[in-house]
C-alpha cells in the first residue's frame, strides 16, 4: 500500500489547511490510521490516529486545533488543521498506526507568524 499525503501549503497563523490521504495498492478501510510530522530538526511525531471504530486521539498541542477524520468508501484520510501556529511547520505524512515500513511522499505546512 502507498499513502501520499497532500493539502499542504503556506498559511499565515490563524488560518486553516485541510490535508488529505489518498491510499493506493490497498485500502485505509481497516485498522488504525494516523497522521505524522517531522519539524526541521526534529524526531517524526503521531499527531493524531483514528481507529477502525472512528475513535480519535490528539497529540496535546494539536487538541482541540485539527481534527482527523476517514472515508471509508474513497479509502482516504484526513487532516483539518485551524488556528494554525508557526510551530505546527513542518512535513506531514499519513501512514497506519504503527507506521509502515516506509513512508510515502509527505506535504510541507509552512505556517508564517
Known amino acids: 500500500v502507498q499513502l501520499q499525503a497532500s493539502g499542504g501549503g503556506l498559511v499565515q497563523a490563524g488560518g486553516s489547511l485541510r490535508l488529505s490521504c489518498a491510499a493506493s495498492g490497498g485500502g485505509v478501510s481497516i485498522g488504525n490510521m494516523g497522521w505524522y510530522r517531522q519539524a526541521p530538526g526534529k524526531e517524526r511525531e503521531i499527531i493524531a490516529r483514528?481507529?477502525?471504530?472512528?475513535?480519535?486521539h490528539y497529540l496535546d498541542p494539536v487538541k482541540g486545533r485539527f481534527t482527523i477524520s476517514r472515508d471509508y468508501a474513497k479509502s482516504a484520510v484526513y487532516l483539518q488543521m485551524s488556528s494554525l501556529e508557526p510551530d505546527d511547520t513542518a512535513v506531514y505524512y499519513c501512514?497506519?498506526?504503527?507506521?509502515?515500513?516506509?513512508w510515502g511522499q509527505g506535504t510541507q505546512v509552512s505556517v508564517s507568524s
Open positions: 501512514s497506519t498506526v504503527p507506521p509502515l515500513r516506509s
Open positions: 483514528i481507529t477502525s471504530t472512528g475513535n480519535t
